[in-house]
């Protein structure tokens, strides 16, 4: 048993310094400075990784797969056609937004509104989503997950031993908040001038990342239906 834990200690440290998660974090903490922005992000990692582990320890992945195999392959050809739709309301969204930022006045007074009214289900959903990305390459808690399997613990003493892991997996994100309420005035001072920078910057470079996954997509499904 103490050789289990030290194992998932480690295994979760590592696996704890995701560059997504740190990435996003800091990034909703400099820009919302709200932290139940934080907070809401934080329950979205810890709440999907933990499903999803609980998932792969009890087969249940696997079963997902097999459904999903099944109803592409009846679906055929229909995935790609979803994909170029979707890459084609990506730049059209996209456009639009150019459009409509070009519109004078009142525009920019209202973003900070904007960004204070964030929903819940968005943060949440942000925080999954990131997760579920990783989750095919997140190979120190797949190890894990598989050394887990092989010890004879109960079913309430294996949820456990994931719900200790993912508590270990979300604790830089925790850190990172706590560092930012601790010292918060200091911070704002000295990051004030980066985050104008880095505004700017993200006006120029979400619209050209947009485009480029927009492009992806529709050039991608055109490859595999024609």
């Not at 834990?5 to 903490?29: C, K, M, R, T, W």
Request: with cysteine; glycine share 6%; aromatic share 12%.
């Amino acid at each position: 048993m103490l050789q289990l834990i030290l194992l998932l200690i480690g295994l979760a440290f590592v696996d704890s310094l995701n560059p997504y998660s740190i990435g996003l974090q800091i990034y909703l903490i400099l820009f919302t400075k709200r932290k139940i922005t934080s907070l809401l992000f934080i329950f979205g990692v810890f709440i999907t990784y933990f499903s999803c582990g609980i998932g792969v320890f009890l087969g249940i992945d696997l079963f997902i797969m097999s459904f999903f195999d099944t109803l592409f392959q009846s679906i055929g050809s229909a995935v790609d056609y979803i994909e170029f739709i979707l890459g084609l309301l990506l730049m059209l969204y996209e456009v639009m937004k150019i459009i409509r930022n070009r519109r004078p006045t009142k525009v920019v007074a209202e973003d900070d509104n904007k960004k204070t009214s964030t929903k819940v289900f968005a943060i949440i959903l942000l925080g999954s989503l990131g997760v579920l990305s990783d989750m095919p390459t997140a190979v120190p808690y797949l190890a894990f997950i598989a050394r887990l399997s092989e010890v004879n613990l109960s079913l309430l003493s294996s949820i456990l031993m994931l719900l200790l892991y993912n508590v270990i997996f979300i604790l830089p994100e925790v850190v990172l908040l706590v560092i930012w309420l601790v010292n918060k005035e200091q911070i704002e001072k000295k990051l004030q001038k980066g985050k104008q920078i880095i505004q700017k910057l993200n006006q120029i470079i979400t619209p050209i990342l947009m485009f480029g996954i927009g492009m992806f997509l529709i050039i991608d499904s055109i490859f595999y239906l024609f």
